[in-house]
């Protein structure tokens, strides 16, 4: 389990959370309260436009959100809190995920330092690598993350990170959200856009997050992309929402879209195999969800839009995968993989995006 680091606190060069020098890759709006600024990833002034029923926790997860920038200092600390799921009575326990962040310097990966919960807190990182470098600090994937300052070496350099990537929105659930992944940066999202070079924007919740809420459409169709996905059907399944009005409701979602991004490049992809939920007997079944994607998809494209593409789930990770890469038992309902299992879809996703022809050209 990675631990803090045990370095002296060293005073340094303040930088201030709201300080144009940092970049927060990944959030759509920026909390400030009591000192502190926590990065969400929808407009948090809205939280219960999009989630009426409660759990807005969801939208101050920051998976997928890095807090950037260029310095040559070698070290770095951070006084934060990271609030965690907080048990609601009547409701399932929250899983026990463990507070991770990872630093990454020039896009290589560092440290996985483990951070202390629900309180007032600093990280130290020493011994970064020499020289100008892009330090990216990737939050953690099911935890809120309030930042109150940043230091580095007095006398450092300063400087915003100004890459431009392809843009890349994924809608999904909770393996995209990053549940059982190893830590921030590796998440099956991450390491994919790494790899492919695209700058990611996660709409991904676990708790019955991904239902085609027509807020989240809006929140795809106004903000900038190369590149939207969607993953979807299993959390329909799974809570028995209407199977009729699925279609339908995929439909309008994608439609929302096209009012700001007629052109943008929309893959709808299907859910991925679960060796508890593929396997239950009910009317309509998993892979009837999958069917209606598909269908859906085909359905578009005769009605003209050219940019909208299926990615089967069941070629993403299906049945071959085994048991070994879930991070549940097989008596628990083995949904999530594990972190190995995480590597193994990432592969497979870009593998098959690559394959329809959907990934942006790299630059």
């Known amino acids: 389990m990675p631990t803090q680091d045990t370095a002296p606190v060293r005073v340094g060069r303040l930088i201030e959370p709201t300080d144009p020098v940092l970049t927060y890759r990944g959030a759509v709006s920026l909390q400030q309260r009591d000192g502190w600024l926590a990065p969400w990833r929808a407009p948090h002034e809205e939280a219960y436009l999009y989630f009426p029923r409660g759990k807005v926790g969801r939208l101050?997860?920051?998976?997928?959100?890095r807090v950037c920038l260029r310095t040559d200092s070698p070290w770095i600390s951070c006084r934060y809190e990271a609030v965690g799921a907080k048990v609601v009575p009547g409701e399932p326990t929250p899983p026990d995920e463990p507070a991770l962040l990872d630093v990454l310097c020039d896009d290589v990966?560092?440290?996985?330092?483990?951070?202390?919960?629900?309180?007032?807190?600093?990280?130290?990182?020493?011994?970064l690598p020499a020289g100008e470098k892009l330090v990216e600090l990737w939050l953690p994937t099911l935890h809120q993350f309030r930042i109150r300052?940043?230091?580095?070496?007095?006398?450092?350099?300063l400087a915003p990170?100004?890459?431009?990537?392809?843009?890349?929105?994924?809608?999904g659930d909770s393996i995209d959200h990053g549940r059982g992944a190893a830590s921030p940066s590796r998440t099956w999202l991450a390491l994919a856009a790494r790899a492919e070079g695209l700058d990611l924007q996660s709409m991904s919740f676990a708790g019955d997050g991904?239902?085609?809420q027509p807020m989240f459409a809006r929140l795809a169709r106004d903000l900038p992309a190369d590149l939207i996905s969607l993953r979807?059907?299993?959390?329909?399944?799974?809570?028995?929402d209407g199977f009729v009005d699925f279609p339908s409701s995929l439909i309008g979602f994608v439609q929302i879209i096209r009012e700001r991004r007629p052109d943008t490049t929309i893959v709808l992809g299907s859910s991925v195999y679960s060796p508890f939920w593929d396997t239950l007997p009910n009317t309509p079944t998993a892979a009837d969800y999958r069917t209606e994607v598909a269908r859906v998809t085909e359905l578009l494209r005769r009605h003209g839009d050219e940019n909208v593409h299926f990615l089967d789930g069941m070629k993403v990770w299906g049945?071959?995968?085994?048991?070994?890469?879930?991070?549940?038992?097989?008596?628990?309902?083995?949904?999530?993989?594990?972190?190995?299992?995480?590597?193994?879809?990432?592969?497979?996703?870009?593998r098959e995006m690559a394959a329809i022809g959907v990934l942006p050209v790299k630059g």
């Open 109 to 127: 990966l560092v440290r996985t330092v483990g951070l202390e919960v629900d309180t007032d807190a600093t990280l130290h990182i020493e011994d």
């Open 232 to 240: 979807v059907g299993m959390s329909h399944f799974m809570d028995g």
């Open 149 to 157: 300052e940043l230091r580095v070496a007095q006398g450092a350099s």
């Open 210 to 212: 991904s239902h085609l």
């Open 319 to 350: 049945p071959e995968y085994g048991l070994d890469l879930y991070i549940e038992k097989p008596d628990r309902y083995p949904t999530h993989p594990n972190a190995p299992g995480h590597e193994l879809f990432a592969a497979s996703s870009r």
């Open 161 to 171: 990170d100004t890459t431009r990537r392809p843009r890349w929105i994924h809608y």
């Open 60 to 65: 101050a997860h920051t998976s997928g959100i």
